[in-house]
């Protein structure tokens, strides 16, 4: 997923088309994605940037891997539709995965895949949460207070049996990732390991933190 505008980072075109260290965070992102043991990919950007995107990613298509370039939509859950659109028949496992998650190591796409192996329908990384969480009213005033240890931050890959997640956006439900969606269909959804640079790059603060991770990675 790369059709974001991206307008929290404050730069003058889309989040996946900014460079880190003179490589965009698509390329990056890609680069990532095509570590895994993938049969397809399909890159989702802003419909004006299609031409654009496609002459970053064709050099780094390897042999084998179809990878393919569409337009994306209003809203997340369009663009997750049109990817899954774009998809051969024979995909039957999808991962969504969010570009601006360019540093994901590859050992989270094989813990995601492993899980879906395994049988589940779907699978999430995340990370323990290390704030004390707090729920609240639209008054400000706190309601509850959730035991930390029972909490997860979570990154993608999402990986889902492809029927579920086609099922779940056919609902027409709400939601603010597609783990959400799937759930909200009555799907057990995992959450297996996530990785601490599986960091979503949102604001320039984000994007400091990434340049200082790959200068350290150097």
Not at 66 to 83: F, H, I, L, M, P
Not at 105 to 125: C, D, H, S
Request: charged share 20%.
């Amino acid at each position: 997923m790369a059709a974001g505008s991206g307008t929290r980072l404050g730069a003058d075109r889309p989040k996946a088309f900014v460079e880190i260290e003179g490589v965009t965070i698509l390329e990056r992102a890609v680069s990532g994605v095509l570590q895994a043991p993938v049969d397809e990919l399909v890159v989702v950007v802003p419909e004006d940037l299609v031409a654009e995107a496609t002459e970053l990613v064709d050099p780094l298509r390897p042999k084998g891997v179809d990878v393919t370039v569409v337009a994306g939509g209003a809203e997340r859950t369009d663009s997750v539709a049109a990817g899954l659109a774009a998809l051969g028949e024979d995909v039957d496992v999808v991962l969504v995965h969010d570009a601006a998650r360019c540093l994901t190591p590859v050992a989270v796409f094989e813990r995601v895949l492993a899980a879906l192996t395994a049988g589940a329908a779907g699978a999430i990384p995340g990370v323990p949460v290390v704030d004390t969480i707090k729920v609240v009213d639209a008054a400000g005033v706190i309601t509850a207070t959730p035991l930390r240890e029972s909490l997860r931050a979570v990154q993608t890959p999402q990986g889902f049996d492809r029927a579920v997640l086609v099922a779940a956006h056919a609902s027409g439900a709400v939601a603010t990732d597609d783990a959400a969606l799937v759930e909200a269909l009555g799907h057990d959804v995992v959450v297996v390991e996530g990785d601490l640079l599986a960091m979503k790059i949102t604001t320039v603060d984000d994007l400091a933190r990434a340049e200082r991770l790959l200068a350290t990675a150097d």
